[in-house]
């Protein structure tokens, strides 16, 4: 019923994420899922200046408040029924905060998306203060930097709500850039005990819960559009690209062992904050293929390259940050290092590609996968004749994503 928080050992073997927290992630993309449909709409309406910083804001507030709970839970994962139950109020939360993403971006109003996202924060601050009550020294004081510092910046999110329109922006970033500052004050005198290959992979199940939603996405999409207009022919190359697009992401994604690079609070920050453009930018993706559809038969308004474009630069940039914070790491040689960098750059040159830009760019995330696999595979065979009257070596970890 009620145990002792304390914290879970780093070299804890065995460690894996459990029902729960993919309980968590599943609920957590309903409100992805939210945010890339009104995203959609402002695209397809040809608003890209009101969708695109909505989205980013919106999205924010989504993965900031999964990163919290997700670090936390790999530090203090009692796993009672407390804290099962302060988990599901934090379900909740998000649950609200998605059914407030329609009004935050039709008509600017927060009111709802604070609310859901001061239930998930405060339970949060519950936790914290439950760690600190079994905690003592250094690690009871980071556990109160933690309660302090979500509480302060929960009560400066109400300037979104109370401020004038014009000030928002400059109110997302003050309180985005202080939300991110909190986690790096808090663990200056003792870091917490977070698992490395445990907070590797509930990053990677979180992604793949992403790409299965922008799937789910492009599909309705084009049976919508299919049902409607009967317009196979333009529709095919779409789905068929798109389908291409997100497997390569996939592929890409988990071509790297990355638990193994996270030894340090240093490689863990940078790693796990550069993880909000790979999540925003997949579920990009989903939104973008949509609007091609849209705009393939006529429903947007809107050119073809910028409906393109809907699609090639999310993919793109989810080709470079996953190269900058996650593969990038593995990899040897320049040929192994340029391969992601100009897959994103010939990924964006595919916007000007007209109606078949979704399938151009498809084709270019397959060469991608086919020439990394490649390298890699040379690179086992030199490591092997090397290896040649050596005895047993051990097989290469590294990829050439």
């Not at 302060?86 to 609310?115: E, H, K, N, Y």
């Not at 979180?206 to 790409?211: E, M, N, Q, R, S």
């Not at 799937?215 to 389908?243: F, K, R, Y």
């Not at 705009?295 to 999310?314: C, M, N, Y």
């Amino acid at each position: 019923m009620l145990r002792r928080m304390t914290e879970r050992g780093r070299e804890e073997e065995h460690r894996t994420a459990t029902p729960l927290e993919l309980f968590f992630d599943l609920c957590f993309v309903v409100a992805v899922a939210q945010a890339g449909r009104q995203l959609v709409h402002a695209l397809a309406e040809g608003h890209p200046g009101h969708g695109i910083p909505g989205y980013l804001m919106v999205f924010f507030a989504i993965w900031w408040a999964w990163v919290n709970f997700s670090w936390f839970s790999s530090a203090y994962d009692t796993d009672d029924a407390l804290y099962r139950v302060v988990t599901l109020v934090q379900i909740a939360g998000v649950l609200v905060l998605a059914a407030g993403v329609p009004r935050a971006f039709s008509a600017s109003d927060f009111t709802m998306v604070w609310l859901g996202y001061a239930v998930m924060r405060l339970a949060l601050v519950s936790q914290w203060l439950r760690a600190a009550h079994a905690a003592t020294g250094p690690e009871r004081r980071t556990a109160l930097r933690y309660a302090i510092g979500v509480s302060l910046c929960q009560v400066g999110w109400l300037g979104l709500v109370v401020l004038p329109g014009p000030a928002r922006p400059w109110v997302f970033i003050a309180m985005a850039l202080l939300e991110m500052a909190v986690p790096v004050c808090a663990e200056l005198g003792r870091p917490t005990a977070w698992h490395p290959h445990h907070i590797s992979e509930r990053y990677g199940l979180f992604t793949i819960i992403v790409l299965g939603e922008t799937v789910a996405a492009a599909t309705t999409a084009v049976q919508s559009a299919a049902d409607e207009h009967e317009a196979l022919g333009e529709l095919l190359p779409i789905a068929a690209g798109g389908l291409l697009i997100i497997f390569a992401a996939f592929w890409i994604y988990f071509a790297v062992p990355i638990h193994l690079h996270l030894a340090s609070n240093r490689q863990a920050f940078v790693w796990g904050y550069g993880h909000y453009l790979v999540f925003c930018s997949a579920a990009a993706i989903g939104a973008g293929i949509e609007v091609a559809v849209e705009e393939s038969v006529g429903k947007a308004r809107i050119p073809t390259i910028a409906a393109s474009a809907a699609v090639t630069v999310p993919a793109a940039l989810f080709m470079f940050t996953v190269w900058l914070i996650h593969s990038r790491h593995h990899k040897r040689g320049p040929a192994q290092q340029l391969v992601l960098p100009v897959s994103a750059l010939t990924t964006l040159a595919c916007t000007f590609a007209g109606t078949w830009a979704v399938l151009a760019a498809g084709l270019v995330g397959a060469a991608t996968v086919a020439v990394g696999v490649t390298l890699m595979a040379r690179q086992g065979e030199g490591e092997g004749r090397e290896g040649e009257g050596e005895g047993p070596r051990d097989a290469p970890t590294d990829a050439a994503y």
